[in-house]
């Protein structure tokens, strides 16, 4: 199994502002997701990141306010842009080796937007 | 389009056996993941179908009929420590695009 570590674990942050992310895997992985997960509901892909290339958006999910950088294998950020108390959620980056059908989670970063 | 059905919460006897069901209707099919998640924490991966049949690691076993869009993922001698959420998703096909179940909460009593 690949060790996922998440920056920051939690922040509290005023609307308006922008937060980065970032998730660092501890071996080269093909793939990396991120997710959101909003209070008591299940989780929400919101894009692929590519190694190289520009990420894969789901609806309803655009790269203004989400852009995604994956610079190499092993890492990739994620930034919440112009935040609302909507954007208040645990985002969670997620890995599968491409050799193996698993796909593992980081611990997650809880955002709380005032 | 893409549809993930689980029930909502579940309530089981600690010791006994418990079975949580998952009906999903995709445009595409590469393999279904269940997992558990504790309040507060990450999901844990649990297991991964493609195939038809059961799977079983330890206390949990995890089935799969591709035909039925169906799976469950089966508990035994359940203990307190399993109350938890559990989460089926599904891969879509030609990729690895992972979409989740809404999930169920499984809780353990004495």
């Known amino acids: 199994s690949a060790v996922i570590s998440q920056k920051p674990s939690r922040d509290i942050c005023q609307r308006g502002t922008s937060l980065t992310i970032q998730c660092q895997v501890d071996?080269?992985?093909?793939?990396m997701f991120w997710y959101r997960q909003q209070p008591g509901q299940s989780l929400t892909l919101i894009a692929t990141?590519?190694?190289?290339?520009?990420?894969?958006?789901e609806s309803g999910f655009v790269i203004d306010k989400f852009p995604i950088s994956r610079p190499n294998l092993t890492f990739s950020t994620l930034t919440v842009s112009n935040m609302s108390p909507e954007d208040s959620s645990i985002y969670l980056c997620?890995?599968?080796?491409?050799?193996?059908?698993?796909?593992?989670f980081g611990p997650g970063t809880r955002l709380t937007v005032t | 389009g893409q549809n993930i059905d689980q029930p909502t919460e579940m309530t089981a006897t600690e010791g006994a056996i418990v079975q949580i069901n998952c009906t999903y209707q995709?445009?595409?099919?590469?393999?279904l993941f269940w997992y558990q998640q504790h309040a507060g924490e990450a999901p844990t991966f649990l297991s991964y179908?493609?195939?038809?049949g059961l799977e079983e690691k330890g206390r949990f076993s995890s089935f799969l009929s591709r035909s039925k869009g169906y799976s469950y993922l089966l508990l035994k001698e359940l203990q307190m420590k399993d109350s938890a959420s559990y989460l089926c998703a599904v891969r879509s096909a030609g990729g690895f695009k992972t979409i989740f179940g809404a999930g169920t909460r499984l809780f353990v009593k004495a």
């Open positions: 179908n493609v195939l038809d």
């Open positions: 071996s080269q992985v093909t793939m």
């Open positions: 995709t445009s595409g099919f590469n393999g």
């Open positions: 990141a590519n190694q190289g290339s520009e990420a894969t958006y």
């Open positions: 997620s890995v599968g080796t491409g050799t193996t059908n698993e796909q593992y």
